[in-house]
């Protein structure tokens, strides 16, 4: 398993936020939701698939090779729309365990702060100012794969830090038996 930050990130960043948020990629890759990313894309190819030969089939099939791709990636869109609920609930979990994990939801609400302000500013330089934004709507629409960042950083600051739980080691103490 490879986890990638970039390093302008990494950068805005402070300590605190970048334990959070590795929290929450840890809890992602102990709990396999790569693989059901996966199995989910795998599902997604099958409906775009079928879906694509029955839209060509009823639109006649004349033009098949672009009728069968267009009517294919309209599928793919309507079926990665359908299934991206499934991936807002691993998220709002990676986000709650991490939260717990790192034992500082504050600082993974920072850190989602810090990616929202981030992915902002590259889609404004991707996409330009406002009114092109509208008219590349479609090109720049995100697929609804996150809850919205708004609700991810308020439950987090809803959460308040556990006092000395059982089992949980202070993250600024060092490792047993590391000096």
């Given at each position: 398993?490879?986890?990638?930050?970039?390093g302008?990130?990494?950068?805005?960043?402070?300590?605190?936020?970048?334990?959070?948020?590795?929290?929450?990629?840890?809890?992602?890759?102990?709990?396999?939701d790569?693989?059901?990313?996966?199995?989910r894309?795998?599902?997604s190819?099958?409906?775009?698939?079928?879906?694509?030969?029955?839209?060509?089939?009823?639109a006649?099939?004349?033009?098949?090779?672009p009728?069968?791709?267009?009517?294919?990636?309209?599928?793919?869109?309507?079926?990665?729309?359908?299934?991206?609920?499934?991936?807002?609930?691993?998220?709002?979990?990676?986000?709650?365990?991490?939260?717990?994990?790192?034992?500082?939801?504050?600082?993974?609400?920072?850190?989602?702060?810090?990616?929202?302000a981030?992915?902002?500013?590259?889609?404004?330089r991707?996409?330009?100012?406002?009114?092109?934004?509208w008219?590349?709507?479609?090109?720049s629409?995100?697929?609804p794969?996150?809850?919205?960042?708004?609700?991810?950083i308020?439950?987090?600051?809803?959460?308040v830090?556990?006092?000395?739980?059982?089992?949980?080691?202070?993250?600024?103490?060092?490792?047993?038996?590391?000096t």
């Amino acid at each position: 398993m490879v986890l990638v930050l970039s390093g302008p990130y990494v950068d805005r960043v402070d300590d605190r936020q970048l334990r959070g948020v590795l929290a929450h990629e840890v809890v992602h890759i102990a709990r396999d939701d790569l693989n059901r990313v996966r199995a989910r894309i795998w599902v997604s190819l099958i409906i775009a698939a079928t879906g694509g030969i029955a839209l060509g089939v009823l639109a006649g099939g004349g033009l098949a090779l672009p009728v069968y791709g267009a009517a294919g990636l309209v599928a793919v869109m309507v079926a990665n729309v359908g299934l991206s609920t499934f991936n807002r609930r691993l998220e709002r979990r990676a986000d709650l365990e991490g939260a717990l994990l790192c034992n500082d939801p504050a600082a993974l609400a920072g850190a989602l702060g810090v990616a929202q302000a981030f992915s902002d500013e590259a889609r404004r330089r991707i996409y330009g100012p406002r009114p092109w934004r509208w008219i590349l709507s479609p090109l720049s629409w995100r697929m609804p794969t996150h809850p919205p960042m708004s609700d991810r950083i308020r439950r987090l600051s809803d959460l308040v830090p556990i006092e000395s739980p059982v089992g949980i080691r202070d993250p600024s103490d060092p490792l047993p038996g590391v000096t």
